[in-house]
C-alpha cells in the first residue's frame, strides 16, 4: 500500500527534474502571470499613446479609449491572478488554499467573460465602420461588372441577330 508521504514525493518528480513542488510550481506560474499582466498593461499603454497621435475621428478616439480600459483592466486582473497564484507558495492552511483557489477560479472566468465581450466590442466596431477606401473599389469593381454584362448582352444580341436569319432558312428547308 502507498502512504501518503510515497504519493507527495512521487508527484513531486513527476512534475519536474528539478524536485520542484507544487507550491513551487504555482510560484512560478504566479511570478510569470504577474509579470505577463505589467508587461500587457505596458503594451496597450504604449498602443492608446500612439492611437491619441495618429486618431482625429472623435467616434474612434472614444472606442479606442473604451478598448484601451477593458484592455488595461484586463492586464491587470492577470496581474491580481498571477499574485494570488504565488501567494499560494506560502499557505499552509486549508481553508485559505481552498479560498484562494475558488477566487482564482472566479477571477479566470471574469478574464474570459471580459476577453470575449472586447472581442465582440472590437468585432462590431470593425462591422460597423465604413472603409472609403474599400468602399470606392468595391464600387469600381460593380461599375467594371455593370460594363462588363452590358458589352456581354449587346455582344449577344448582334450575334443572336446574326444566326436568327440562318435559322430559319435551316427550319424552312427542313
Known sequence: ????????????????????????VLLLFGVTLFVAGLILMHQHRREWIAVLRR??????????????RRRALVGSLLSVLGAMMAAL???????TFVVLTV?????????????????????????????????????????ELHEARKKFLTDGESQSDNENPNDSSS????
Do not use: C
Open 1 to 24: 500500500m502507498v502512504t501518503s508521504d510515497a504519493k507527495h514525493e512521487m508527484s513531486n518528480l513527476i512534475i519536474g527534474q528539478m524536485l520542484i513542488s507544487r507550491q513551487g
Open 89 to 95: 507558495h506560502w499557505v499552509h492552511d486549508p481553508t
Open 171 to 174: 427550319t424552312s428547308e427542313k
Open 55 to 68: 486618431e482625429r475621428n472623435l467616434r474612434n478616439l472614444k472606442f479606442e479609449l473604451k478598448k484601451f
Open 103 to 143: 477566487g482564482m477560479f472566479l477571477l479566470l472566468i471574469i478574464l474570459l467573460g471580459l476577453g470575449l465581450l472586447d472581442f465582440m466590442s472590437v468585432w462590431l466596431h470593425e462591422y460597423s465602420t465604413v472603409d472609403d477606401r474599400a468602399k470606392k473599389d468595391m464600387i469600381n469593381k460593380a461599375i
